[in-house]
């Protein structure tokens, strides 16, 4: 156990649905990381919050959107869901908000979107 | 976005080979680079962080080393063993974000 928690594990959908995944950080990191992995592709990165604040921006989508919330735990929501969307998205969290922190993941949440 | 490259992409070797693999990046961009192993099933885990040109880190048989000047870093296996058999993901960290590569995959077989 990472210590970086995330829910659902697994979750099945429709096209057009919208889907939320929880991600709750190891104990004292104040960053966390959105990650999505799809097939044949290396982890690509969504974005970054840290402590509440929006840190860093990679590829997400319009339709998706993200925040931490006060106790640090955070939400990635996905909207409009098409069948590319169906990927495994990673949680991770640091300590703190750059410089040479290690990434602790979570065991991810697998999104299936048929 | 930043290229972080490594190779080869898949490695099969026999128990008790030694093996290595390579991360290249860019090295305008450089803070740390990180290796991550990724089992199967599991999400990946850090294996070792390296900040500093001619940076060395080992853990048991797995070493790593590092050149900034030239944008690269390799990754060694001593004595392959089964359960080594995993991903192996290098990572730029650029200060404020991680690129990834795609990863090797390690299959030991034995």
């Known amino acids: 156990d990472s210590g970086v928690t995330q829910t659902p594990k697994h979750l099945i959908t429709a096209t057009g649905q919208r889907v939320t995944l929880r991600c709750s950080p190891r104990?004292?990191?104040?960053?966390v990381y959105w990650y999505q992995q799809s097939l044949d592709q290396g982890l690509q990165f969504l974005i970054q919050y840290y402590n509440g604040e929006e840190r860093a921006k990679g590829n997400i989508l319009e339709r998706f959107s993200a925040q931490q919330f006060p106790d640090l735990h955070s939400e990635l929501n996905l909207s409009s869901l098409e069948l590319g969307d169906s990927a495994l998205y990673f949680c991770?969290?640091?300590?703190w908000g750059s410089g040479a922190n290690v990434l602790t993941f979570g065991a991810g949440s697998r999104l299936t979107v048929l | 976005i930043l290229n972080v490259e490594q190779s080869p992409q898949s490695l099969h070797v026999q128990e008790g080979d030694s093996t290595n693999f390579t991360c290249s990046f860019p090295s305008s961009n450089f803070y740390a680079l990180h290796w991550y192993r990724w089992e199967t099933a599991k999400s990946p885990e850090a294996l070792f962080v390296m900040t500093l040109n001619g940076d060395e880190k080992k853990k048991g048989r797995i070493s790593a080393t590092l050149n900034t000047k030239e944008g690269y870093s390799y990754l060694y296996i001593k004595g392959s063993q089964p359960e080594d058999s995993a991903t192996y993901l290098c990572a730029l960290n650029t200060g404020n974000q991680f690129y990834f590569g795609t990863g090797t995959s390690l299959t030991v077989i034995p």
């Open positions: 104990s004292g990191d104040l960053s």
């Open positions: 991770a969290s640091s300590p």
